[in-house]
């Protein structure tokens, strides 16, 4: 189908822009209440007190910067997959959460955007975990830099082009 693959295209590029603009506005906003995403950890208690900052501290910035580097398309599966396990571990958390019987605060984009948890919570982290996967296997990554990285390579451009040795 010829247009199949191009429509595949434009919904891939659609999605890596739009997932890896919500991971990092979410890391953004986390990082600008720090205190208040770390106390959102504890009290999920399921990381343990002394390891919470540094937890607190990776999960921010992995979602700014492979959020970032995937809305960018730079090393756009190996993003699209650590984004994809962050949803998984947000996922097990909130159903945990759920199953204990607590519905405060998500945590989800800090403590600036107040989201209790509930089944809500589960079918945004299931659906963030769902494109992020699928976006970790789609081999071609259309109008992004790993495409350019891959031309350039391919072509001898670098050999061409002043400055990109």
């Known amino acids: 189908m010829p247009g199949g693959e191009s429509k595949r295209d434009a919904v891939a590029f659609a999605a ?9 506005a979410a890391g953004i906003l986390k990082a600008a209440s720090m205190h208040g995403f770390i106390l ?3 009290a ?22 492979f ?5 960018a398309g730079f090393f756009s599966r190996l993003s699209a997959a650590v984004l994809s396990f962050l949803s998984l571990i947000f996922l097990i958390a909130v159903v945990v959460e759920i199953i204990r019987g607590n519905r405060g605060a998500c945590g989800c984009f800090g403590s600036v955007v107040r989201k209790n948890i509930g089944l809500t919570s589960v079918a945004r982290d299931f659906f ?3 494109v992020a996967t699928w976006l970790s296997t789609v081999k071609t990554q259309r109008w992004s830099i790993d495409e350019l990285m ?8 670098a050999k ?5 040795q």
Do not use: C, H, N
Request: proline share 4%; no cysteine.
């Open 16 to 24: 890596r822009v739009l997932l890896g603009a919500i991971f990092a």
């Open 40 to 42: 959102t950890i504890s």
């Open 44 to 65: 999920y208690d399921i990381v343990p007190l002394r390891l919470v900052p540094a937890f607190a501290i990776a999960v921010v910035s992995a979602e700014i910067s």
């Open 67 to 71: 959020g970032l580097s995937l809305a």
């Open 128 to 130: 963030l975990f769902s």
């Open 150 to 157: 891959k031309l350039k390579s391919q072509t001898g451009l």
């Open 160 to 164: 061409r082009v002043r400055g990109w």
